[in-house]
Structure formats: structure tokens, C-alpha cells
């Protein structure tokens, strides 16, 4: 079971993420969001509290980057325990667990990741529209 813990603090929205971070936890990071206005412009997300994410854990946490940055946050993530920095590792490539590499590149593994899944769906929208391939 996962807790969000929202706060907003001036300019900026703190969510702090406890618990087992998977796909059950779809509907409570949906709601984290819930109340951004429009003065508010950086995103901080805590993960000090989830000592195990599954790769449901980590697509939840690419669609909240990716709502956020819709809103105009600048996001950060931050907290990587080593078990979610181990499984983000994993799907992106970067070697293993505690080495110096995964701690460095915690988060531009996680950017990578977002870049990755945004550049699919538009390859899926130009196949769907018959718009020729770039690599074509």
C-alpha cells in the first residue's frame, strides 16, 4: 500500500511518496496534482519512503512527470531507494545496484526514460496519421 503526502509551499508542490509503489497505487498519485494553480512552478518528488517499486510503480511516476510538466512544473525526483533505483536501472540500462553509475545517473535514467516513452507515442501517431517513418 502506498500514502501520497502533498504539500504546497509557495512556488512549489511537494509530494511525498511512502510505501510499495505499483500499480495499485494508479489512483493516489492521480490525485496528487489535484489543487496546482498556476503560480506554482516546481514539483518535488520524494521517494525516501518507497523501498520497493515494480515497473507499474515507475510508469505511474512517468505519467505524473509527464502531468506535471502538461501543468508547467519543473519537476525533480528525488530519494532513490535501492530497490526502485535497481528496478528503474534495469529497464533503462544503467548497470547495477549501488554502483557509482545507477547513483549518478538515478535521474537522468529517469528523464531517458520519459524521452523514451514521449518519442514512441509520437512514432505511433505519425504511423496512425500514414506519416513516413523519420528513419525511412
Excluded: N
Excluded at 493516489?28 to 498556476?38: E, K, R
Excluded at 516546481?42 to 518507497?50: A, C, I, R
Excluded at 548497470?95 to 523514451?116: M, N, V
Amino acid at each position: 500500500m502506498v500514502t501520497v503526502d502533498v504539500q504546497h509551499c509557495g512556488s512549489s508542490v511537494l509530494v511525498r511518496v511512502t510505501g510499495k509503489l505499483d500499480g495499485a497505487a494508479d489512483q493516489t498519485l492521480q490525485q496528487a496534482l489535484d489543487g496546482v494553480t498556476a503560480c506554482q512552478r516546481d514539483l518535488l518528488v520524494d521517494l525516501h519512503g518507497v523501498a520497493v517499486m515494480d515497473g507499474d510503480g515507475l510508469l505511474l511516476l512517468l505519467d505524473l512527470h509527464r502531468r506535471a510538466e502538461c501543468l508547467g512544473l519543473r519537476v525533480l525526483v528525488t530519494g532513490w531507494q535501492s530497490q526502485p533505483q535497481q528496478c528503474m536501472a534495469e529497464v533503462v540500462g544503467i548497470p547495477g545496484p549501488g554502483s557509482a553509475i545507477g547513483e549518478r545517473y538515478a535521474l537522468a535514467g529517469f528523464r531517458r526514460l520519459i524521452e523514451d516513452r514521449a518519442q514512441r507515442g509520437r512514432d505511433r501517431t505519425d504511423s496512425a496519421a500514414g506519416w513516413p517513418s523519420p528513419l525511412a
